[in-house]
């Protein structure tokens, strides 16, 4: 795969395919690319729309447009022609030949980004597969030595070139990668048990949206925070209190794009299952965006394929400090459902927010009365670990606690209580 370093920075042209007359959204999609390009540490020297409403099958954009474009990155001097649609191997070896330079789709940007941010044994696993699968449908004849003959044990023996080697090596590593990630995602199983007498709250939003500057804004944490595509890749868990509830868990989850790559939402399924087992779905949105609503609908999609697109989900309109056209803000809130409008820059309405996230997490808390004997005062203990300690009265023989628990919870509660326990639900005002 090709990687863009850092120490000299490549120049890039940008190439994009406008079909039934949207060249509006194919400037966006372009301006979106660039940023992306930004971020791996490319300089962007042009941008080139070409209209055409069929893909050719060799060229992508038609061997004449491509012809053009190989006098074009001699003329500017550029070393780099990034697409923003997904190649075909045969089309990327067919260009990368005519106009002899490298050639990226945004998938493989993408990946790239992704490879730079990977710091976490678990992200790293997560590109290096995402980035394999990419990668082995394009090996291409790169080599001298293609046609020397190997043998012996473990090999297919004479007759393999070296560009099969290096296919079933790629073959291996894979399947050695997946592995891995089966055991992160079974160690990832056992955590979130551990999680399950929170009540957790997962950020989704498109990427840059403010999700980790939210988090920071809510948690008075210090998340790395950056004004640049997918600046965060892990889920980050921290604990945000609300005035009367119980602690909540509030988790960052990775930012979604569109035409983001397959194997890279295959990859990353186990950190996206962290928002599949949140009780409540944050949906940031960036109200500043001129295409905020493609973004939601980009979000909505990805949420489709977990299969959660049905989560409880309050829609969080971010930057509003930006936004020169405030009534916007009062369509969007009767638009989207339950909804609020914050900066978490500048900490703007935060309160508005957590008083959202309680009336949602309320519907799934009930109220007891517990009366619980001196005898079995570990359970007291018990019951402050999973449960908010409304009242609490110590009388002669027993202890009565009034408590908001969360439904998920009830069983714990259930196993607890005997014959010398009473439990009345709900409780009495």
């Not at 540490?41 to 941008?47: F, P, T, Y």
């Not at 409403?53 to 491509?66: E, P, T």
């Not at 600046?231 to 960052?252: G, H």
Request: net charge neutral; glycine share 4%.
């Amino acid at each position: 795969m090709h990687e863009i370093t850092e120490t000299k920075k490549e120049r890039a042209i940008l190439v994009g395919v406008s079909r039934n007359g949207d060249l509006w959204q194919t400037e966006d999609h372009l301006d979106e690319l660039a940023l992306l390009a930004d971020t791996c540490g490319a300089v962007v020297v042009d941008q080139i729309i070409q209209e055409r409403q069929r893909i050719d099958a060799a060229y992508f954009v038609g061997k004449g447009k491509a012809e053009k474009l190989a006098r074009q990155v001699e003329e500017m001097d550029a070393n780099l022609l990034i697409f923003d649609d997904d190649l075909s191997p045969a089309q990327t070896r067919n260009l990368e030949k005519l106009v002899n330079r490298k050639v990226l789709d945004r998938s493989g940007v993408i990946l790239d980004i992704f490879a730079r941010r990977a710091k976490t044994r678990e992200a790293k696993t997560q590109v290096e597969l995402a980035q394999l699968n990419y990668l082995l449908p394009r090996l291409t004849r790169q080599w001298t030595h293609l046609s020397r003959q190997v043998g012996g044990i473990g090999t297919r023996g004479p007759g393999e070139t070296q560009l099969e080697v290096d296919r079933r090596l790629i073959r291996q590593r894979i399947a050695a990668l997946t592995r891995a990630l089966e055991k992160i995602k079974k160690q990832r199983t056992v955590r979130r048990q551990g999680r399950r007498d929170f009540y957790q709250v997962a950020l989704v939003g498109y990427t840059n949206a403010g999700k980790s500057t939210l988090l920071n804004a809510l948690t008075s944490s210090d998340v790395f925070v950056e004004d640049r595509l997918f600046a965060t890749l892990d889920a980050t868990i921290r604990r945000m209190k609300i005035a009367n509830f119980k602690d909540l868990l509030l988790i960052d989850t990775v930012g979604f794009i569109r035409k983001l790559p397959h194997n890279l939402v295959a990859s990353f399924m186990s950190t996206l299952e962290e928002a599949a087992a949140a009780d409540l779905l944050l949906h940031v949105v960036d109200v500043t965006h001129p295409h905020y609503r493609e973004h939601i609908g980009v979000v909505n999609g990805v949420l489709q394929e977990l299969h959660i697109e049905t989560k409880p989900t309050i829609f969080v309109f971010n930057k509003i400090d930006q936004l020169q056209h405030k009534k916007l803000l009062t369509a969007l809130e009767q638009e989207f459902q339950p909804s609020v409008s914050i900066s978490a820059a500048r900490q703007l309405f935060l309160g508005d927010l957590q008083d959202k996230v309680r009336a949602v997490a309320s519907l799934s808390v009930s109220e007891l009365e517990l009366l619980i004997p001196h005898e079995n005062s570990h359970v007291v203990a018990r019951i402050y670990d999973i449960a908010d300690v409304v009242s609490v009265t110590y009388g002669e023989h027993q202890v009565e606690m009034k408590v908001r628990i969360p439904n998920e919870c009830m069983q714990a509660i259930s196993q607890m209580l005997t014959d010398k326990l009473m439990c009345v639900s709900p409780a009495s005002p």
